[in-house]
């Protein structure tokens, strides 16, 4: 063998170099279509990314859906339907909505308003552009937030332009305002069109658009919506709420004293929204008529097609609700659903309904809130039911959201079983037992027992031994088990003392 010369050394390393390249480059590619996020490129874990990809695909392939009772089978078949189907969905709803106004509601500041109107500045746009995972799924246009990370120097100057027409009054975010809605299964073996989500995927130019605008709502939000509320709002966090109905129970259990908590379901609430009431809400807040006009263009403008099995079909107009995936829609929900709690408040105020507290002297509750995750809270007297039953009912009428009263639940503390059939009649849902999840949680009198952690501690082990990962490298596992298990009971561990049992496990 002959040593080789300076330049076949050079031309070895460039080959070499070009190969990592491509290997890093084909790992990249596999990590976005996988959706493994939470593990990063360059640990030689393109085989898991693969596999985790393939799979995705298996399970999100829909080879037959039953559309209004209907079995339809095939592409072919299928996507007309589902294009249908999502037209007549999204149409302008032809009912009347009575209107709805609170003279109490808490108003902007002057300052607020000024702030919220002010022209868009670079740097809250490159903080909208930077804040975002990069390797989230793409809209219609394929370009992901990568994509105007890396090149931010070259495309900044377009997209601040597209800002400037909107907050000049000019319709150009209607073009860039088209999304594609995917369908992802809420449950497994899913074979109704009820049994899926659609998740709109948007253009990432109207996606920064649109953070700019729920930034500064952002801002402002937690001086007008009520403290019962405790989503996408700064400062406030997602075991808030639970804590409060968690005490409650607990105490009302203690104390032998009586009480109820209505678990409220809404049915498809985000696309159920009457637009004009949430422009009301917002006009009775205070916000000014250009702010709610620039609202108006995003949310009216708004188009989409249907990704079926990869393929896009169709293309209509969607002219009721607000899009899941569109980062404006989570803070204009809970301006909406902010009423209910206004409702409750004011019911309260008047000695129509009561709510309940922890101890005889403590602050009453009526009401907490995730977005649409709702539970009511009140005493035990049929007053109290009626009057919640009435505000529910009051609340649909307005605000185009409707309730499944066959999975709302009724949860009693220390009530006869003859008032609960009472109670059960009047309010229009069927009792259950606790350990009702809210917020993702199971709501209970007192502490979790050993066994109803089983369930975690399973889901826990599984995860440790499963297929996954056998195919991560040493370094792949290791975020593996501080990025994703350790989150598996963390959420729990923020409200309940885990058993000594279970802590060994």
Known sequence: MRTLTDTEVTERRRAKAGV?????????EWRQRSKALWLRAGDNNTRFFHTVASQRKRANHINAINIGGRLLTGQAEIAPNLVDHFTRAYRRPRRWFPKWKDEELPQLTTEQWTNL???????EIRRAVFSSEGDKAPGMDGFTFRFYQHFWPLVKMDVIGVLNELHSGG????????????????????????????????NVCYMIIAKVLANRMKDISADLIEDSQAAF????????????????IAALH??????????????????????EFLYEVMEQHGFDPHWIRMIRRCTDSAHGSVLLNGEPHGFFSIDRGLRQGDPLSPILFIFVVNVLSRMCKKAMQRGWFSGLAGSSEGHRVALVQYADDTMMLFEDSIESARAAHFIAFCFELVSGLRLNWSKCALLTVNVPDVRISEMTRIVGCAAQDFLTRILGLPLCRGRLRKAEWEPLVERFQRRLAGWKGKLLSYGGRL???QAVLSSLPLFYLSVFRIPRGCSSA
Do not use: H, W
């Open 20 to 28: 990592a390249e491509e290997l890093k480059m084909e790992e990249v």
């Open 117 to 123: 109107v002010s022209e868009f500045n670079e740097e």
């Open 171 to 202: 319709p150009g975010v209607g073009r860039l305002n088209a999304s594609l809605f995917t369908l992802i299964s809420k449950r497994e073996g899913a074979t109704s069109i009820d049994d899926y989500r659609p998740i709109c995927l948007v």
């Open 233 to 248: 709002i700064p400062g406030r966090n997602l075991q808030d709420g639970f804590v409060v109905a968690q005490e409650i």
């Open 254 to 275: 203690k104390e032998k004293r009586s009480g109820i908590a209505l678990k409220l379901d809404f049915a498809k609430a985000y696309d159920s929204v009457n637009r």
């Open 479 to 481: 975020t593996m088990l």
